[in-house]
């Protein structure tokens, strides 16, 4: 498959487009700080892809300033009072050290994480990272399904993990497919569009 590339900067916004074989232009915003990259078919010209950024350029703007605000976050502690994203929605955590298994539930703008007595913020993220990962893995057991029959691909196999740069990655040769464990933090629409594409 062969690509050529080009920067462009389009209100302000620098852009970088790679030209490929494919059929549909696809716009990405990639983390930590928001690098917006275009995917375009060959036959589109600069001034195609131009018109088709300035269109997407709120959602665009809107992802970007998600991406930034994420990125000056202050390193978590795992204490009470400190704010935690799920599924796009912010929640206050509030921790409680009792005896018995560790345990994160919802309740209202809480996130109430029960942990043992004397436990380390290390052990309470891990808790966390891993209660964010079985709820992203119960939405894309329905997602995937969902999509590999309208789009009639199938998924042989598919797993999260932790991303610095990326919200998914996809080997065509192997089908192997990953999804970055942020996305937990992200809106539910984020996500499907994350399968979709």
């Not at 275009?38 to 809107?62: D, G, K, T």
């Not at 995937?144 to 996809?170: D, L, N, Y």
Request: hydrophobic share 40%; glycine share 6%; net charge positive.
């Amino acid at each position: 498959m062969s690509t050529t590339s080009a920067t462009l900067s389009v209100r302000e916004v620098e852009v970088e487009v790679v030209y490929k074989d494919i059929k549909n232009l696809h716009i990405g915003v990639y983390p930590p700080l928001g690098k917006v990259r275009v995917a375009a078919p060959q036959r589109l010209n600069e001034e195609q892809v131009r018109l088709a950024v300035i269109q997407r350029l709120p959602w665009i703007r809107q992802h970007r300033l998600q991406l930034q605000e994420a990125a000056r976050q202050s390193p978590r502690e795992m204490v009470t009072g400190e704010s935690h994203y799920v599924w796009g929605v912010r929640y206050r955590l509030k921790v409680t050290e009792r005896a018995g298994r560790a345990q994160i539930v919802l309740s209202g703008e809480r996130l109430l994480l029960s942990v043992p007595e004397g436990s380390t913020s290390e052990s309470r993220l891990r808790l966390l990272q891993d209660w964010q990962r079985s709820e992203l893995r119960a939405r894309l057991d329905v997602l995937i399904p969902k999509w590999e029959a309208i789009i009639g691909q199938e998924v042989p196999f598919w797993s999260i993990r932790r991303m610095k740069t990326r919200w998914g990655s996809c080997n065509p040769d192997s089908g192997r497919v990953w999804f970055n464990l942020e996305l937990a933090k992200k809106a539910p629409r984020c996500l499907e569009y994350i399968v979709v594409h």
